[in-house]
């Protein structure tokens, strides 16, 4: 009996796909920032294994439950192809994960938003080198835009500098490089199948920090918070891969900083982090590169039909 191999989808780079891309991409970082809030909140309260294997848990249950929508079928789009790289992707991203959950135990959201944005820079390089994706100068410029913009955000003093600052520098090597996969293996992996892995990853490196870091203070708000770490991160997962099977990693580069933005605000409302004048201005310069970006895209869009 023979098997039928499906062969690689094409990565195309087309001006509709990367509008619809940047939108998804937009859409991810803003539910994604729901449950950095949520870790955020918990981690006091649980400690640092908990959110851990609650994203693993909660996370890939969400993404199973949704593609069992499909039946067998459904199931079936979870199974990877190139699973070597589908791990080495999932070990990655749960590096990040851990690398920013750190930090969040002395460092304000809007700060490790600031550093984090440091990852399209080296995934927009990255990419074009590892990939050969165009290099197209509209693109690189707005990135850069946006990373002056985080540039402005940052308030002198050197309150920033301290060992949490080391170690999410760390994560924002293995992000640049995950994104870089992220691209690379949407043209065989669905993206249930990355979302799923990323997630299902927290799940043993979380059992393995268990005997380091017990468990604690699981009550009532704890696990309602830990299930939104995971349900977030389920459906943002989900997005972000289908996102990057869209559009190249320096199309969707400058959006990164949208996050920004939610997190200025949602740190403010929830944490009482006030943001400092310069994150306003910083903000409003990384809108007008993600604008110039987009509309950039558009225009494109209208030159090709």
Same mark, same amino acid.
């Given at each position: 009996m023979s098997v039928t191999t499906v062969p690689p989808r094409v990565l195309?780079?087309?001006?509709?796909?990367?509008?619809?891309?940047?939108?998804?991409?937009?859409?991810?970082?803003?539910?994604?920032?729901?449950?950095? *809030?949520?870790?955020?909140?918990?981690?006091? @309260?649980?400690?640092? #294994?908990?959110? +851990? =294997?609650?994203? $693993? !848990?909660?996370? %890939?249950?969400?993404?199973?439950?949704?593609?069992g929508r499909d039946g067998r079928r459904g199931i079936a789009r979870l199974r990877p192809v190139r699973t070597s790289l589908v791990l080495a992707r999932s070990l990655l991203q749960a590096a990040v994960g851990i690398s920013w959950f750190i930090a969040w135990q002395t460092m304000t959201l809007a700060d490790s938003y600031a550093v984090g944005f440091t990852t399209p820079l080296l995934a927009t390089s990255g990419a074009m080198l590892l990939l050969g994706e165009q290099r197209d100068l509209r693109r690189i410029g707005a990135?850069?835009?946006?990373?002056?913009?985080?540039? *402005?955000?940052?308030?002198?003093?050197?309150? @920033?500098?301290?060992? #949490?600052?080391? +170690? =999410?520098?760390? $994560? !924002?090597?293995? %992000?640049?490089?995950?994104?870089?996969?992220?691209?690379?293996?949407?043209?065989?992996?669905?993206?249930?199948?990355?979302?799923?892995?990323?997630?299902?990853?927290?799940?043993?490196?979380?059992?393995?920090?268990?005997?380091?870091?017990?468990?604690?203070?699981?009550?009532?708000?704890?696990?309602?918070?830990?299930?939104?770490?995971?349900l977030f991160s389920g459906v943002a997962q989900l997005i972000n891969a289908r996102a990057y099977a869209l559009a190249p990693v320096s199309a969707l580069g400058p959006f990164d900083y949208s996050s920004m933005l939610w997190a200025v605000a949602l740190g403010w409302l929830c944490f009482g982090e006030m943001p400092h004048l310069a994150a306003i201005q910083g903000a409003v310069v990384i809108a007008a590169a993600g604008l110039y970006s987009l509309r950039s895209e558009q225009r494109r869009q209208g030159r090709s039909a």
């Open positions: 195309s780079d087309t001006a509709a796909d990367t509008v619809r891309g940047i939108a998804l991409i937009t859409l991810s970082y803003f539910i994604m920032t729901f449950s950095d *809030i949520s870790v955020k909140f918990v981690l006091p @309260l649980t400690g640092l #294994a908990a959110p +851990v =294997l609650f994203r $693993g !848990v909660v996370g %890939s249950a969400a993404v199973l439950v949704f593609a990135t850069i835009v946006g990373f002056i913009g985080v540039l *402005i955000m940052l308030r002198p003093g050197g309150d @920033l500098w301290s060992p #949490a600052l080391l +170690v =999410l520098l760390f $994560g !924002v090597a293995c %992000s640049a490089f995950a994104r870089i996969l992220t691209r690379r293996l949407s043209a065989t992996e669905t993206p249930e199948c990355l979302a799923f892995s990323l997630l299902a990853m927290h799940l043993p490196v979380g059992l393995m920090m268990l005997p380091f870091l017990p468990l604690h203070g699981l009550d009532g708000p704890a696990l309602a918070a830990l299930v939104g770490v995971g």
